[in-house]
């Protein structure tokens, strides 16, 4: 390898002597070698290095790939005028739209009479080097990267600097107070970059300014008083810049600016900015900056005047009479401009004069494309209106579209519905081919609506930019969604949404219709980047909506029926309903609900309620697929509220015969309990036969949600005691861990273990068994041998333990963890330690379980001695409880 960089390096020696010889200019050979460097870094391979640099051969100059590359330029300038006419210095650099994907080269300070770097539209990653800050550079222009990092505070000391273009990159912190001293800057373009923190009072003294942009960043602070001296200023851009407003009343100093963009500020109201001395204003976007009063006669009398766009703000009055005369003006936006005089503010006004022949429950969109059957048989119509700067479009079905603004500085052409130029492979990719295209607000509009609940279903794909590695894979486009007027999407991306480009995505969202029309809306909201792969590429785009009923439809049959079998169908009718009451009343479900609410009502419920219809659209009607659990008390269904909150529903089984006073005890119970092991009860829902119970949702079934279901009959089987209000405390946590540890042993339900049928709890049960000598009994016949005895009777003690009659006798859990790991000894449990010294339910049990022993044994006697206790009464105090108010004091006891 060495020996094969020593011949390169003597044939470019050679050829250099060579054209020496023939006295032609020439670039030293140092340069030559840096620019092999500079090659290396950039990841450029084409440069033909076998020829001179400053030739101007093809390898040199543009054109080197094939001309359809729009924007793209390879040139390497020289200035040969050195020594007379015999010695050549690059002194510019373009390589523009190669996807090139090195990094920013050191090696330009090996170039030391470069004036020029322009590296737009590549591939590059990495940050700014410091070393050029040493450098005469005019021109540095790096638009359209993979730039990362933060503003070397060197470049400041470029005093030669003209131009510094880094739009479209990832460049982030603050642009450093130094940049004040650049003295000949004329030109500092940042659009779409992460920068933040204020701007720095010393830019004010940048007086030689004459573009300034600064869009889509996360600058904070208000839009500086300072701009007033740059008198220069031609252009100035500060749209969703995160500046806040209002715009300086100072800017009317700056008369010479011809393109004026300031949109989505933050901030107070204002009046409207005094511009009436800018007589050279040609672009005019004022667009959502909170701007209150009237509108400005003057800007009628604005002779040059082309583009203006006040949307978005809170203008009143009437549009003044002076803008009849207006004729240069190619475009006037003044939409949701509120209540200004004669304007268009919506599509209500195109639609005064329609009337609704019948009403509609749906309708489906393929949004810039043909009609298409998609989603199994769903009929998507056509939406092929070409669109336009200021449109409203009336479909021949139920909905129309209106599309406003213009893409500003667009070089690739005004097109409204954009096409899919590679294959797509995804699911009904039909829908996804075309989609359509704003500059900046798109809304649909669904009207002879039959008021209701809808899900709204919005497709996306980013069909614009490549999945690749060039520059055209770098584009941003973000946006917002509102639907009846709600933001329900903020800074929408789809690419990000849908794991890459080429990929659908689609959002579902519940709205309600109240007056029978729908209004969903797409906004740019001034953020992401606007000239990847070409200037004019941004917007909201959609490929397709779905607008669906939550409610059942009702019949619309529109036949005719004779009298006769109207009175026949009342007839069968009548008779079905007295066969189903009756029916119902056989089975004891007649008065079902009276009985629930008379239940509820003796209950001080801390939880909501929920109608049917609420349950059946978060759970899509009970799908199969929505269901995540089976218990007991019936199946668990995952849910989605309208307001974006999961739930899990819990349906009582219609063949639960003690469903609903378990139902009734849970809501009681649950509601009234506040436990960070517990998930929350939102609510429940009595409607009809169904009984639902509407949880907080823990996703991949949890730990604590499974311990849930496990509290909740612990909490069942302490009833009396826990009735109250108050917080239970984490010994309640052991004692319900000493219950699940049981029934792991044992293979069966604390609530359901039944030995010879005779109805006895677990607990209690091994209670007897411990004081007996006999706990091995407690173990799963099913395990057979194939365990441990010592390990079972050590996992048995430590639920013991847990179960203790006093909360301060059980263990921590630290100290359960480490008994059942072996690590210490598990505490020896006295008998009896589990049962208070007035336990009369355990004398009870302990007969029952002699008389299961010894049949002869007098029934009368235990009857009696059962009679004693209540069977569902806990063997635990009420110290379990957190006081129903704890004050700090009692916090700082507990530590």
Same mark, same amino acid.
């Given at each position: 390898?060495?020996?094969?960089?020593?011949?390169?390096?003597?044939?470019?020696?050679?050829?250099?002597?060579?054209?020496?010889?023939?006295?032609?200019?020439?670039?030293?050979?140092?340069?030559?070698?840096?620019?092999?460097?500079?090659?290396?870094?950039?990841?450029?391979?084409?440069?033909?290095?076998? &020829?001179?640099?400053?030739?101007?051969?093809?390898?040199?100059?543009?054109?080197?790939?094939?001309?359809?590359?729009?924007?793209?330029?390879?040139?390497?300038?020289?200035?040969?005028?050195?020594?007379?006419?015999?010695?050549?210095?690059?002194?510019?650099?373009?390589?523009?739209?190669?996807?090139?994907?090195?990094?920013?080269?050191?090696?330009?300070?090996?170039?030391?009479?470069?004036?020029?770097?322009?590296?737009?539209?590549?591939?590059?990653?990495?940050?700014?080097?410091?070393?050029?800050?040493?450098?005469?550079? @005019?021109?540095?222009?790096?638009?359209?990267?993979?730039?990362?990092?933060?503003?070397?505070?060197?470049?400041?000391?470029?005093?030669?600097?003209?131009?510094?273009?880094?739009?479209?990159?990832?460049?982030?912190?603050?642009?450093?107070?130094?940049?004040?001293?650049?003295?000949?800057?004329?030109?500092?373009?940042?659009?779409?970059?992460?920068?933040?923190?204020?701007?720095?009072?010393?830019?004010?003294?940048?007086?030689?300014?004459?573009?300034?942009?600064?869009?889509?960043?996360?600058?904070?602070?208000?839009?500086?008083?300072?701009?007033?001296?740059?008198?220069?200023?031609?252009?100035?851009? @500060?749209?969703?810049?995160?500046?806040?407003?209002?715009?300086?009343?100072?800017?009317?100093?700056?008369?010479?600016?011809?393109?004026?963009?300031?949109?989505?500020?933050?901030?107070?109201?204002?009046?409207?900015?005094?511009?009436?001395?800018?007589?050279?204003?040609?672009?005019?976007?004022?667009?959502?900056?909170?701007?209150?009063?009237?509108?400005?006669?003057?800007?009628?009398?604005?002779?040059?005047?082309?583009?203006?766009?006040?949307?978005?703000?809170?203008?009143?009055?009437?549009?003044?009479?002076?803008?009849?005369?207006?004729?240069?003006?190619?475009?006037?936006?003044?939409?949701?401009?509120?209540?200004?005089?004669?304007?268009?503010?919506?599509?209500?006004?195109?639609?005064?004069?329609?009337?609704?022949?019948?009403?509609?429950?749906?309708?489906?969109?393929?949004?810039?494309?043909?009609?298409?059957?998609?989603?199994?048989?769903?009929?998507?119509?056509?939406?092929?209106?070409?669109?336009?700067?200021?449109?409203?479009?009336?479909?021949?079905?139920?909905?129309?579209?209106?599309?406003?603004?213009?893409?500003?500085?667009?070089?690739?052409?005004?097109?409204?519905?954009?096409?899919?130029?590679?294959?797509?492979?995804?699911?009904?990719?039909?829908?996804?081919?075309?989609?359509?295209?704003?500059?900046?607000?798109?809304?649909?509009?669904?009207?002879?609506?039959?008021?209701?609940?809808?899900?709204?279903?919005?497709?996306?794909?980013?069909?614009?930019?490549?999945?690749? /590695?060039?520059?055209?894979?770098?584009?941003?486009?973000?946006?917002?969604?509102?639907? =009846?007027?709600?933001?329900?999407?903020?800074?929408?991306?789809?690419?990000?949404?849908?794991?890459?480009?080429?990929?659908?995505?689609?959002?579902?969202?519940?709205?309600?219709?109240?007056?029978?029309?729908?209004?969903?809306?797409?906004?740019?909201?001034?953020?992401?980047?606007?000239?990847?792969?070409?200037?004019?590429? #941004?917007?909201?785009?959609?490929?397709?909506?779905?607008?669906?009923?939550?409610?059942?439809?009702?019949?619309?049959?529109?036949? /005719?029926?004779?009298?006769?079998?109207?009175?026949?169908?009342?007839?069968?009718?009548?008779?079905?309903?007295?066969?189903?009451?009756? @029916?119902?009343?056989?089975?004891?479900?007649?008065?079902?609900?009276?009985?629930?609410?008379?239940?509820?009502?003796?209950?001080?419920?801390?939880?909501?309620?929920?109608?049917?219809?609420?349950?059946?659209?978060?759970?899509?009607?009970?799908?199969?697929?929505?269901?995540?659990?089976?218990?007991?008390?019936?199946? &668990?269904?995952?849910?989605?509220?309208?307001?974006?909150?999961?739930?899990?529903?819990?349906?009582?089984?219609?063949?639960?015969?003690?469903?609903?006073?378990?139902?009734?005890?849970?809501?009681?119970?649950?509601?009234?309990?506040?436990?960070?092991?517990?998930?929350?009860?939102?609510?429940?829902?009595?409607?009809?036969?169904?009984?639902?119970?509407?949880?907080?949702?823990?996703?991949?079934?949890?730990?604590?949600?499974?311990?849930?279901?496990?509290?909740?009959?612990?909490?069942?089987?302490?009833?009396?005691?826990?009735?109250?209000?108050?917080?239970?405390?984490?010994?309640?946590?052991? #004692?319900?861990?000493?219950?699940?540890?049981?029934?792991?042993?044992?293979?069966?339900?604390?609530?359901?273990?039944?030995?010879?049928?005779?109805?006895?709890?677990?607990?209690?049960?091994?209670?007897?068994?411990?004081?007996?000598?006999?706990?091995?009994?407690?173990?799963?016949?099913?395990?057979?041998?194939?365990?441990?005895?010592?390990?079972?009777?050590?996992? @048995?003690?430590?639920?013991?333990?847990?179960?203790?009659?006093?909360?301060?006798?059980?263990?921590?859990?630290?100290?359960?963890?480490?008994?059942?790991?072996?690590?210490?000894?598990?505490?020896?449990?006295?008998?009896?330690?589990?049962?208070?010294?007035?336990?009369?339910?355990?004398?009870?049990?302990?007969? =029952?379980?002699?008389?299961?022993?010894?049949?002869?044994?007098?029934?009368?006697?235990?009857?009696?001695?059962?009679?004693?206790?209540?069977?569902?009464?806990?063997?635990?105090?009420?110290?379990?409880?957190?006081?129903?108010?704890?004050?700090?004091? #009692?916090?700082?006891?507990?530590?």
């Amino acid at each position: 390898m060495q020996f094969g960089r020593l011949f390169t390096f003597s044939v470019v020696l050679f050829a250099y002597f060579m054209l020496l010889a023939s006295g032609a200019a020439l670039l030293p050979v140092k340069e030559v070698e840096a620019l092999k460097e500079i090659a290396k870094t950039l990841g450029k391979t084409n440069w033909n290095f076998s &020829v001179d640099p400053c030739s101007g051969e093809s390898e040199w100059k543009t054109p080197l790939q094939p001309e359809k590359e729009k924007g793209f330029q390879n040139t390497v300038t020289c200035n040969c005028s050195y020594a007379n006419n015999t010695v050549c210095h690059v002194i510019s650099i373009i390589l523009k739209a190669q996807s090139l994907p090195g990094i920013l080269p050191p090696e330009l300070v090996k170039l030391p009479y470069l004036q020029e770097i322009d590296l737009t539209r590549n591939y590059l990653n990495g940050s700014i080097p410091k070393e050029w800050g040493s450098m005469q550079l @005019i021109n540095i222009s790096l638009i359209g990267n993979r730039l990362s990092g933060v503003l070397p505070i060197e470049l400041a000391n470029i005093t030669t600097l003209k131009t510094f273009t880094l739009e479209y990159n990832n460049v982030s912190g603050v642009i450093p107070p130094e940049f004040g001293n650049m003295v000949s800057i004329e030109r500092i373009l940042l659009t779409s970059n992460n920068f933040t923190g204020p701007l720095p009072e010393t830019l004010a003294k940048l007086t030689t300014l004459k573009d300034f942009r600064i869009s889509d960043n996360h600058f904070t602070g208000k839009i500086p008083d300072f701009i007033q001296n740059w008198t220069n200023l031609d252009k100035i851009q @500060i749209q969703a810049s995160g500046l806040e407003g209002p715009i300086p009343l100072g800017i009317s100093l700056c008369t010479k600016i011809s393109d004026l963009r300031i949109s989505d500020l933050k901030g107070r109201e204002a009046s409207f900015p005094p511009l009436s001395n800018m007589n050279n204003l040609k672009t005019l976007v004022l667009r959502s900056c909170n701007i209150v009063g009237e509108m400005p006669a003057y800007l009628g009398d604005m002779t040059v005047l082309k583009t203006l766009d006040l949307s978005f703000n809170k203008l009143t009055g009437e549009i003044p009479s002076s803008f009849n005369s207006l004729k240069s003006v190619e475009l006037i936006n003044l939409f949701g401009s509120s209540s200004m005089g004669n304007n268009s503010s919506g599509v209500f006004p195109c639609l005064k004069s329609f009337r609704c022949p019948q009403n509609s429950y749906s309708f489906h969109i393929n949004s810039g494309g043909r009609e298409v059957v998609a989603d199994g048989s769903t009929t998507f119509e056509d939406d092929i209106d070409s669109g336009g700067a200021s449109k409203f479009f009336l479909s021949r079905y139920n909905w129309a579209f209106s599309s406003t603004g213009n893409f500003m500085d667009n070089d690739a052409g005004t097109v409204y519905i954009a096409t899919n130029t590679s294959g797509l492979t995804m699911k009904d990719y039909q829908l996804y081919m075309t989609a359509r295209l704003s500059p900046l607000s798109l809304t649909y509009y669904g009207f002879c609506l039959l008021n209701g609940n809808y899900t709204v279903s919005l497709h996306f794909a980013e069909i614009l930019f490549t999945n690749d /590695k060039t520059y055209k894979s770098l584009g941003r486009r973000i946006f917002d969604i509102f639907i =009846q007027g709600k933001l329900v999407l903020k800074d929408f991306n789809i690419e990000d949404e849908a794991g890459g480009v080429g990929k659908a995505v689609i959002k579902n969202f519940t709205t309600v219709v109240t007056g029978t029309t729908l209004e969903i809306r797409f906004y740019w909201n001034g953020k992401g980047t606007t000239g990847i792969p070409l200037k004019g590429t #941004y917007g909201p785009l959609v490929s397709a909506i779905s607008v669906t009923p939550d409610f059942k439809l009702p019949s619309e049959d529109g036949k /005719k029926i004779s009298p006769g079998l109207v009175v026949g169908i009342v007839l069968s009718v009548s008779c079905l309903i007295v066969i189903v009451l009756g @029916i119902l009343w056989w089975k004891g479900c007649y008065g079902r609900k009276n009985e629930i609410d008379e239940d509820l009502r003796g209950l001080d419920l801390q939880t909501g309620s929920f109608t049917l219809r609420q349950i059946k659209a978060a759970t899509n009607n009970f799908d199969a697929e929505n269901k995540i659990g089976e218990g007991g008390f019936g199946p &668990v269904y995952k849910g989605l509220l309208s307001d974006g909150t999961i739930i899990a529903v819990k349906q009582l089984s219609s063949k639960s015969k003690q469903g609903n006073r378990e139902f009734v005890n849970e809501i009681g119970m649950i509601s009234a309990l506040q436990h960070p092991n517990l998930v929350r009860l939102y609510g429940c829902c009595i409607e009809g036969n169904q009984l639902l119970l509407v949880y907080e949702y823990m996703e991949n079934n949890s730990l604590a949600r499974a311990l849930f279901g496990k509290f909740s009959f612990v909490w069942g089987y302490m009833a009396p005691e826990y009735a109250m209000r108050g917080y239970l405390t984490d010994k309640a946590d052991v #004692y319900s861990f000493g219950v699940v540890a049981l029934e792991i042993v044992s293979g069966k339900s604390n609530t359901s273990y039944r030995p010879k049928e005779e109805c006895i709890y677990l607990l209690d049960w091994a209670l007897v068994l411990q004081e007996k000598g006999e706990l091995m009994e407690l173990v799963d016949p099913r395990l057979e041998s194939n365990y441990i005895k010592e390990e079972v009777l050590g996992m @048995i003690n430590v639920a013991l333990l847990c179960t203790n009659s006093s909360p301060t006798l059980r263990p921590m859990m630290s100290s359960v963890v480490s008994m059942l790991e072996g690590q210490t000894a598990v505490q020896k449990v006295a008998s009896g330690s589990g049962i208070s010294s007035d336990d009369m339910k355990f004398k009870a049990i302990r007969n =029952q379980y002699q008389q299961i022993l010894d049949p002869s044994m007098n029934d009368s006697q235990t009857q009696s001695m059962s009679m004693e206790a209540p069977w569902t009464e806990s063997s635990t105090s009420a110290s379990d409880l957190y006081p129903v108010n704890p004050d700090s004091q #009692y916090w700082k006891d507990r530590e």
